[in-house]
Structures are given as C-alpha cells and as structure tokens.
C-alpha cells in the first residue's frame, strides 16, 4: 500500500482507522455521549467543561468520521443562531480477533429520534 493510499483509507468516515482517530481524541466520548438530543456546541463545552475550541475541533473530529451530524440551527440564549449536533449511532464496536479489523455500527433509527425528541419536549 502506498502513503497515497493509507492516507485516502485513513480520511474514509468507516473504515476503524477514521473511527479511532476521531475517538481518540480527548473528551469525544463524553461529546457522543451527550448528543443524544441536539446540543450546541457551547452547551456541550459548558455542560462537559471543555474549552470551546477543543469542542469545535471535536465536533468537526466526529462529524468527519460520520459519528455526529449537525441538526440544524437553534437559537441561543444570547439570541444567536447556532449550529446543533446529534450523534448518528447508539452503538459501535470494534473487532480486532481477526486479520483486518471489523466495524458493526448501531445506527440511530428515525423513530428512534423521533421518540427521543418527543421525550424530552
């Protein structure tokens, strides 16, 4: 494989290098954990104690790697409108027994958000 190509897998959103690097990154677990609903970035840095920018530069982590997209746009308290995010899955596991490493990925169904929204109204 040439460095071209270990650099094009590694940017591909499924493949367990793209997941790990997004994960591995400091409090992106704690970040998935909390978008269980939409939720700002300034809610999820106040919320997580997390500098703002390490948040954003998280967010965008997990966005890339198609484990967090962005909602729409809410208003904030400073009147604002501002971007919120929700996590795409409610499960991911990583297989490294065999040769290559395997990805199974519980997607978040629509019902499944619709449920959660209607929940917390």
């Given at each position: 494989?040439t460095e071209e190509?270990?650099?094009?897998?590694?940017?591909?959103?499924?493949?367990?290098?793209?997941?790990?690097?997004?994960?591995?990154?400091?409090?992106?677990?704690?970040?998935l954990a909390?978008?269980q609903?939409?939720?700002?970035?300034q809610?999820?840095?106040?919320?997580?104690?997390i500098?703002?920018?390490?948040?954003?530069?998280?967010i965008e982590?997990?966005t890339e790697?198609?484990l967090?997209?962005?909602?729409?746009?809410?208003?904030?308290?400073?009147?604002r409108?501002?971007?919120?995010y929700?996590?795409?899955?409610?499960?991911?596991?990583?297989d490294?027994?065999?040769?290559?490493?395997?990805?199974?990925?519980?997607?978040?169904s629509?019902?499944?958000i619709?449920?959660?929204?209607?929940?917390?109204?």
């Amino acid at each position: 494989m040439t460095e071209e190509d270990a650099e094009q897998q590694i940017e591909t959103p499924d493949t367990p290098e793209a997941l790990l690097g997004a994960l591995g990154g400091k409090y992106s677990a704690e970040i998935l954990a909390s978008t269980q609903t939409p939720t700002s970035a300034q809610s999820l840095s106040d919320a997580l104690e997390i500098p703002i920018a390490t948040c954003y530069r998280r967010i965008e982590d997990l966005t890339e790697a198609g484990l967090l997209r962005c909602e729409g746009r809410q208003l904030s308290e400073e009147g604002r409108r501002t971007n919120v995010y929700r996590r795409t899955l409610d499960r991911l596991t990583l297989d490294f027994t065999g040769g290559e490493p395997t990805i199974d990925r519980e997607e978040r169904s629509e019902a499944k958000i619709r449920l959660q929204d209607q929940r917390d109204e």
